[in-house]
């Protein structure tokens, strides 16, 4: 199985600053590499496919890059809506593991 | 927009059954492969199982293979999660998700909001 191990596991920001969570694969897995948003209660929500492509709906602040093993995910200016918890995703191969999740806290 | 709403969660005793329901509605069901993602209490995601858009192929974590059975009825636009010999570490919120692109490489685009299964006596 493919392991996905993000960094950090946790980060406190405040309103405006730039935010870039990292996403680490335990092979290559191309590009494919997906990004969910998660608010407590609520389900996931699709922010980035396929490593770099913005999801329809989805703002303009967020954006993803990498390939091969080595991803990130920035948020150019952090919203109050922002607080939550990100995960990463493979889609190389199955199981479609999931990264331990980054929770992002206001300082 | 595409709504997934899923049922038939509750409290089980460990080895017990229970099924889950996901009715899927204002897309094309049966052109769309699915899947089911849990999330531990407190803890993150962890991918359950896959069903491709005609049913004819499934695929399942190794944890759950032989114990739980991943269907779909496409005339009723739904999707199911047989959950047999339940064990306390099954406690989660199930969530339905819809795939798309591709399977072999495709993402969740509309997740259900989750239905709690809880694994106690």
């Known amino acids: 199985d493919i392991q996905m191990t993000q960094s950090p596991s946790s980060l406190s920001a405040s309103v405006g600053d730039r935010v870039t969570i990292t996403c680490r694969a335990s092979?290559?897995?191309?590009?494919?590499l997906n990004w969910y948003q998660q608010k407590p209660g609520k389900a996931p929500n699709l922010l980035i496919y396929a490593a770099s492509n913005l999801q329809s709906g989805v703002p303009s602040r967020f954006s993803g890059r990498g390939s091969g093993t080595d991803f990130t995910l920035t948020i150019s200016s952090l919203q109050p809506e922002d607080f939550a918890t990100y995960y990463c995703q493979q889609s190389y191969s199955t199981p479609r593991t999931f990264g331990q999740g980054t929770k992002v806290e206001i300082k | 927009e595409v709504q997934l709403v899923e049922s038939g969660g509750g409290l089980v005793q460990p080895g017990g059954s229970l099924r889950l329901s996901c009715a899927a509605s204002r897309f094309t069901f049966s052109s769309t492969w699915m899947s089911w993602v849990r999330q531990a209490p407190g803890r993150g995601l962890e991918w359950v199982a896959d069903?491709?858009?005609?049913?004819?192929?499934?695929y399942y974590v190794d944890s759950v293979r032989g114990r739980f059975t991943i269907s779909r009825d496409n005339a009723k636009n739904s999707l199911y999660l047989q959950m047999n010999s339940l064990r306390a570490e099954d406690t989660a919120v199930y969530f339905c998700?819809?795939?798309?692109?591709?399977?072999?490489?495709?993402?969740?685009?509309?997740w259900g909001q989750g239905a709690l299964v809880t694994v106690s006596s």
């Open positions: 069903i491709m858009q005609d049913g004819s192929e499934k």
């Open positions: 998700a819809r795939g798309t692109s591709g399977y072999s490489n495709g993402w969740y685009d509309y």
């Open positions: 092979q290559n897995i191309n590009s494919y």
